[in-house]
């Protein structure tokens, strides 16, 4: 691939920073990948494993040296540290470009909109629906994003040069590049990612504060085991997004309410037909998703 950018600057070099420093180093997206972060330890870990190749713990001079900076950090740290940046690049004749991989958008935005008098045509928020219930850089891998999305959403604002050249570097990484607005990311992403991880936190949470919590989890096996993997994802990433899109996790939490408890009428009246209904219904769905995971499994190994 012919080298798009000079230096492209992560903040935050955990699972989602680092895999992608991996790939765009790996695929030559760019000639140097320079690490930031608050904690000197991850940082030299990650140059020592070839993630990055450089690493500071100073600001203005990661965001001075980046054409594209990447926001990598847990979600309230994100939008913090997004407004420090905004205050060190508003006045920049040619600001990098920022972006992110936060896993809500909605305080981000209102974050940049309150930090700023206009919105930064060079910010364009993003996510990237890939990842795993382990955390930090030793867990990052240059294949993370292949065939994954990476929803962007980007508004009225921003600089069609800004968006293409961040479409350009997640494609680089290997993803699929859609765009979604702010509003409609963040109620898909409650459905589907955050109100699975609080329902199997509250499952696990549940069963081991029951008195017989050793004897439930000696029996519990694949059925529980697949449930349940996300449970062991990091509280603060959770806590964080469950605070940052609070308003369309809670609707999505009542639907879901609304639909146990239908199941549950049906199980107190031994409804079989509806049972049987919901039952099918779910299957199909799920063995449809089941094939777009096997389709994007066979694009990875061939
Ligand atoms: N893990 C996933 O599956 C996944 C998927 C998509 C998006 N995300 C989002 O990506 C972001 C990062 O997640 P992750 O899984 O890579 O987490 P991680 O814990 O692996 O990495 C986070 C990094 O941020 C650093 N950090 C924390 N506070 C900081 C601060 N104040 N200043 C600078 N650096 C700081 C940590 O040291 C760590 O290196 C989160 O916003 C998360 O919601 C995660
Ligand atoms: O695969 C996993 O373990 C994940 O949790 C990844 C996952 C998800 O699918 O919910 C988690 C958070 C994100 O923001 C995007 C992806």
């Known amino acids: ?24 180093k790996d695929n030559g997206f760019c000639r140097e990948v320079i690490g930031y972060g608050h904690r000197e330890p991850s940082l030299r870990r990650g140059l020592e494993l070839g993630v990055i ?15 594209i900076v990447v926001i990598c950090t847990p ?46 045509p060079y910010l364009v928020l993003g996510h990237p629906i890939a990842g795993s219930e382990r955390s930090g850089v030793e867990a990052a891998r240059s294949d993370l994003y292949v065939n994954h999305r990476v929803i962007l959403t ?6 069609s040069e800004a968006l293409a050249l961040v479409s ?27 109100l699975p991880h609080v329902l199997a936190y509250a499952l696990v949470d549940a069963l081991a504060e029951s008195d017989e919590s050793d004897e439930i989890f000696r029996c519990a096996a694949g ?3 697949d449930f349940t993997r996300i449970a062991s994802s990091d509280p603060v990433m959770w806590r964080d997004i469950a605070i940052a899109n609070k308003a369309a996790l809670l609707q999505a939490i009542d639907q879901f309410n609304e639909h146990l408890q239908q199941l549950r009428r049906a199980v107190v009246e031994e409804d079989a037909a509806g049972m ?15 094939a777009i995971l096997a389709e994007r499994e066979q694009a990875k190994t061939s």
Do not use: Y
């Not at 190749?53 to 054409?67: E, G, I, Q, V, Y």
């Not at 940046?85 to 990098?96: D, F, M």
């Not at 980007?154 to 600089?159: H, L, M, T």
């Open 276 to 290: 049987h209904e919901t039952f099918t219904r779910a299957k199909q769905a799920r063995d449809e998703f089941a």
């Open 154 to 159: 980007p508004v009225a604002e921003n600089s």
């Open 223 to 225: 059925g529980f085991r």
């Open 1 to 24: 691939m012919k080298t798009r950018v000079e230096t492209v600057a992560i903040i935050g070099l955990g699972l989602i920073g680092g895999s992608l420093a991996k790939a765009l």
């Open 168 to 194: 350009d570097m997640w494609a680089a990484a290997g993803a699929t590049v859609v765009q979604m607005t702010v509003a409609r990311h963040d109620a898909v992403l409650a459905a589907t990612s955050h």
């Open 53 to 67: 190749d450089s690493f500071t713990l100073d600001l203005d001079a990661a965001l001075s040296a980046a054409d």
């Open 75 to 120: 979600t309230l740290v994100a939008a913090e540290i997004l407004v420090d940046i905004l205050a060190r690049t508003e006045a920049l004749e040619q600001p990098p470009v920022i972006t992110d991989g936060a896993s809500v958008k909605g305080n981000l935005e209102r974050a940049a909109r309150s930090a700023c008098k206009e919105f930064p």
